[in-house]
């Protein structure tokens, strides 16, 4: 997923979950939609993958894990 990246820019992390969105046969906007509440904490945010990139890998990834345990 999003940890296997190595460079952490937007354009790379809108490839990986649109990929990610083909191979599960998800929506990818719902798939949009669960990051951007886990990530950013509503349903609406900022452009989501630059959002990503600032937020950083660390961050990010930290927020998905919390979000997931929920």
């Known amino acids: 997923m999003l940890s296997n990246l190595t460079s952490?820019?937007?354009t790379e992390?809108?490839?990986?979950?649109?990929?990610i969105?083909?191979?599960?046969n998800i929506n990818f906007r719902k798939i949009a939609e669960t990051i951007r509440i886990a990530t950013w904490g509503s349903k609406i945010s900022p452009p989501l993958f630059e959002t990503?990139?600032?937020?950083?890998?660390?961050?990010?990834?930290e927020r998905l894990g919390d979000y997931k345990d929920r």
Do not use: M, Q, V
């Open 8 to 10: 952490f820019i937007s």
């Open 52 to 61: 990503i990139e600032i937020l950083g890998k660390k961050l990010t990834l």
């Open 21 to 24: 969105s083909r191979k599960l």
């Open 13 to 19: 992390i809108e490839e990986k979950l649109r990929l």
